[in-house]
């Protein structure tokens, strides 16, 4: 099992920044793949970023390219989220997620098998 804990939501004014965490533990040697989803009111869960863990190559959902970065710091087994530029369109709960499977796509909730309780993000104008 792999436990994820997110970190650093909160309330900020639109263009500004936020950086979430998302800490694993257990057997975190598994994971392959860590992700953020988000999924604001109202609204179907949307995939935003992800990383693969061994190569770094990531994932962008097109309407956060240039504004938000995934990275990873394999030695804390956590994976971060860096959001600039914020608007209120990015308001809603961030949860991040791990996946083991190999060779599967990095966009698709089905890949993921451990998830996060999220955290919330609330733009304001």
């Known amino acids: 099992q792999v436990q994820l804990v997110e970190s650093g939501g909160g309330l900020v004014q639109a263009g500004g920044s936020l950086r979430l965490s998302c800490a694993a533990s257990?057997?975190?040697?598994?994971?392959?793949?860590m992700g953020w989803f988000r999924q604001a009111p109202g609204k179907e869960r949307e995939f935003v970023a992800a990383i693969r863990w061994s190569s770094g190559n990531t994932y962008y959902v097109d309407s956060v390219k240039g504004r938000f970065t995934i990275s990873r710091d394999n030695a804390k087994n956590t994976v971060y989220l860096q959001m600039n530029t914020l608007n209120p369109e990015d308001t809603a709960v961030y949860c991040c997620a791990a996946s083991k499977k190999i060779l599967a796509g990095a966009t698709t909730p089905q890949t993921y098998d451990y998830w996060g309780q999220g955290t919330q993000v609330t733009v304001s104008s």
């Open positions: 257990g057997r975190t040697f598994s994971i392959l793949t």
